[in-house]
């Protein structure tokens, strides 16, 4: 007897349990993770705007400030001759001529704060208004597909779990019986040892004896049958488990490696272009404001240039590795001293996965057709969502451009970026766009889903059948369907 000692049914179940509860913890902690990376940038947006707002109101009273300034020392000039002179022919002397430049220079000045004080107050704070709207719309499209994905993996799990209690009844069921079998051959033995001196018996105990044999015989046979039945389910439900195993694996990994990564990218969708865009409004009006300032406008310009979703997602994921990291791969749990850890291959079941592999083979060539023209559409419609979020508008340098006329400054950018019509077909047109491409992704996903789960199984009914080794297939399935070994070897 071997000394090996075998998990039991509770600890197996207890083990899985655990690992799958570690797994829901991590899906509830994603879920909150989005949350608060939004609630960040709602708060980060806020911020911004409460900031342009100050300086908008700071930016005027300055603007106004001069424009005080240079009235009261242009009121004290203007019934001078020398005023006279200047309206007359601008003959003055440099002494003069500089003082007069330098008073419209203030007025300039006033001018251009003024202006910086209308881009802040009806442009840039807008532009941050509107990211702030998008971004919570945003997190609540994504998450309504990240509950679907979550809620999709679980069955996943579900299914697992069921697919393994069931390999365990019937495992048990195959073990009972093959002890049963056991049983009735050494009484079998013990009776055949009894019947050896015949001649000695009288003919009534010789028939009685016979009788007892044929019992034991007929019970035997029973058992023998019952215990092939059972051997048989239990083949079945082991091969069955290992297949859902590999899909699970399969699917458990392609969300943690490719899902999470899709739907942190939705979360993200136009924010980065369109924060580009407003900060990048502020930058043209600073520098066209003040080309001295070009220095420290630069470094607030390398930041704007380095505003990049690929690396704030890298960033995001490793500021959160608990909830991201996947998780480790599920492994076959052995039962009950059950050795047989890969596909049986043995009739009656070689058939039968044969024709499954045939039937893997045929879905999965039509659902990878109708997967990658979904996904065609969905990378054109995301191409047409970057082209409306990366338009270049947020030059601001013609509202710089001076004239000798007195009339109040008015941004001309302002007033193209904040007509009410364009801006409310651009937005329709944008959201019209956004609802098309998260109805595409959200087909392109479930389909990636149900893809990735088949081609594992294919291909782990693959390497068990010998798929794929050109001329030697043919034998090697010949071979199996034979009476080959169980455990074909799995490369």
């Known amino acids: 007897m071997s000394n090996t000692k075998f998990k039991k049914d509770k600890e197996i179940i207890a083990d899985y349990e655990s690992q799958v509860k570690e797994i829901r913890a991590q899906l509830v902690e994603q879920q909150k993770c989005l949350d608060q990376q939004t609630e960040m940038r709602v708060q980060l947006l806020q911020d911004l705007q409460d900031f342009f707002r100050k300086k908008s109101e700071i930016e005027m009273e300055y603007s106004r400030n001069l424009e005080k300034l240079a009235e009261r020392f242009m009121a004290k000039t203007r019934s001078t001759k020398d005023h006279q002179q200047y309206k007359k022919d601008q003959n003055l002397l440099s002494p003069v001529n500089c003082w007069y430049l330098l008073l419209n220079q203030v007025r300039r000045e006033s001018k251009d704060h003024a202006t910086l004080s209308d881009i802040y107050l009806n442009n840039v704070i807008m532009r941050f208004m509107q990211i702030s709207e998008d971004s919570t719309r945003l997190l609540k499209k994504s998450k309504e597909i990240t509950f679907q994905l979550q809620e999709d993996l679980m069955k996943v799990l579900n299914?697992?779990?069921?697919?393994?209690k069931t390999y365990h009844m019937y495992h048990t069921e195959s073990i009972s019986a093959e002890s049963k079998l056991k049983e009735a051959e050494k009484q079998e033995e013990k009776q055949i040892g009894r019947a050896e001196p015949v001649f000695s018996y009288r003919l009534e105990d010789k028939h009685q004896r016979r009788s007892s044999v044929k019992k034991i015989e007929k019970m035997k046979e029973k058992r023998q049958a019952k215990y092939s039945e059972n051997k048989l389910k239990s083949i079945k439900a082991r091969n069955e488990y290992l297949l859902t195993l590999e899909a699970t694996n399969s699917s458990v990994f392609k969300y943690y490696i490719h899902d999470l990564s899709d739907l942190i990218d939705c979360c993200d969708l136009g924010y980065h272009a369109s924060l580009n865009r407003a900060l990048r409004t502020y930058l043209s009006a600073e520098y066209n404001l003040e080309t001295s300032r070009h220095e420290g406008l630069d470094i607030?310009?390398?930041a704007v240039d380095s505003l990049d979703p690929r690396s704030d997602r890298q960033?995001?994921?490793?500021?959160?590795?608990t909830a991201f990291c996947p998780p480790i791969k599920f492994q076959f749990q052995p039962h009950m001293g059950d050795e047989v850890c890969q596909i049986a291959m043995q009739p009656p079941v070689s058939g039968e996965l044969m024709l499954r592999f045939q039937q893997l083979q045929s879905r999965l060539a039509t659902l990878n057709i109708e997967n990658e023209e979904i996904k065609k559409t969905s990378e054109?419609?995301?191409?047409?969502?970057?082209?409306?979020?990366?338009?270049e508008d947020y030059d601001v340098s013609e509202c710089f451009h001076h004239s000798r006329s007195t009339e109040s400054v008015k941004s001309t950018v302002s007033e193209t970026y904040l007509s009410k019509p364009s801006i409310a077909k651009r937005r329709a047109n944008q959201q019209e766009t956004e609802q098309f491409y998260f109805m595409k992704f959200r087909e392109f996903l479930e389909g990636s889903n149900l893809i990735s789960k088949l081609q594992a199984k294919h291909d782990l009914l693959k390497r068990t059948l010998g798929e794929g080794k050109g001329s030697e297939t043919h034998i090697v399935l010949a071979y199996f369907l034979s009476g080959g070994p169980v455990c074909p070897s799995v490369g």
Do not use: C, K, S, W
Request: charged share 20%; aromatic share 10%; glycine share 0%.
């Open 159 to 164: 299914e697992l779990y069921t697919v393994m």
């Open 300 to 302: 607030i310009e390398n």
């Open 315 to 321: 960033r995001f994921m490793e500021l959160y590795p």
């Open 380 to 391: 054109a419609t995301l191409t047409t969502i970057q082209d409306m979020v990366t338009i």
